[in-house]
């Protein structure tokens, strides 16, 4: 992140807004509809990829690329887009980019080649990073800094619900009538997302940098914190998406489910995940550090079991629950951390840095992901989520020693 992208920043960003009479359940709602959508359309292609793979002539690995191709157009957009559009009312801008994300997928079904199924993703790869670098920040501005756990943890419920119905469905609709029309469904679904947020989420009031204080410190002292989060995330991330990308295949040939029973698989996974997102506003909302160190490390053990043990079935199937139960608590828990770490000068800034960072992860993973499921099997795929699961929890312990060193003494 360069001098000049946080300058731009502070131009103008979302204020605060006044602390609401009432907590704004419904604005917070129509974003976690928003990223319901949006997360999946990013994910769908992990549940069709037999069926994409077929009907375009291309390797399943090709079809896994997909979401790298989508990752990395926002890991190369988010930053330059945010600095670009930071002057466009939020609310209009985010109906912008719902309606974009529409068009991506009605083109992806509509596109007859790979080629042309990869131009649609780039195109909403593009949307993708500037909703990413809004929400999250959108959110926060809705609600004071001691609600922000609580927003979080409602907006990216969207996402999670996305894992329990959106790909299930997704995946059920392509294997029932043709993975296009789950696009198709995408792409109308999202013209109406945008109709809800017109309706009902709430606008947010912006300030200039004439309006802050003089008082206030050029360098934001919050810089190099959010930072450190951001990186780990990418770790963690690259880890877990070089596995989750190719969950089907994985599902069904190492662990012998049928592929019928594949959608019923993701759906559980998806409820496990539910259930983490729920502690994260609840037992873990003011204890981020407990919560990432227990996550980290419950996932790196259940990835661990759920592969040594897929000659057994339910024991296998059992870690794979355990597995999206912690996964639901690490996203949200890395998330809320950043924005409580964030001032709200940068928060946009820093959004779009995190975004960034996830997105590298997600992009970087499905890479690795097909490197690894071409050379070495989708064997080797759990190894490499453990190894740098491993290697992010080691980042988070100490970067919290470190900090509880650094602090004053009183």
Known sequence: MTTSSLSSARTAVPAAAPT?????????????????LSVSSEMIPTGLLPEMSESLGVTPSQVGLLVTFFAFTVVISSMPLTAATRRVPRH?????????????????????TYELVVASRVLGGFAHGLFWALVPAYAAHLVPKEQI????????????????????????????IGWRWAFAAIAIAF?????????WLPKVERVTHAARAESEPRRDPTILPVIAICVTTAIVMIGHYALYTFIAPFV????????????????????????????????????????????????AIAVTVMALATSTLWVSGLAL??????????????????LQTASPRIRDTASAVYTTAFN???????????????TGGVGILPV??????????VIIVGTILLTRRQAPRI
């Open 20 to 36: 609401p009479a009432r907590f704004p359940w419904i604005g917070l709602i129509a974003l976690a509809v928003t990223v319901f």
């Open 92 to 112: 209009a801008l985010m109906v912008s980019i719902l309606l974009v994300l529409g068009l991506s997928n009605l083109l992806t079904a509509l596109s007859p």
């Open 149 to 176: 756990a609580r927003a979080v943890s409602i907006t990216l419920g969207g996402g999670t619900l996305a894992f329990v119905l959106g790909v299930p469905l997704g995946t059920v609709l392509g294997q029932s």
């Open 191 to 199: 013209g109406l997302g945008a109709l809800a947020v017109l309706r």
């Open 252 to 299: 069904t040939d190492s662990m012998g489910l049928a592929p019928e029973y594949l959608s019923g698989a993701l759906f559980i996974y998806g409820g496990a995940g539910a259930v983490g997102l729920v502690l994260t506003g609840t037992v873990f909302a003011r204890r981020t550090s407990l919560g990432l160190i227990a996550a980290l490390g419950t996932t």
């Open 321 to 338: 629950v355990v597995w999206g139960l912690a996964f639901g608590l690490i996203a949200p828990l890395l998330q809320t951390r950043m």
């Open 360 to 374: 590298t992860g997600i992009g970087g993973g499905a890479l690795v992901g097909s490197v690894l499921l071409a």
């Open 384 to 393: 490499a989520d453990v190894a740098l699961t491993l290697l992010g929890l």
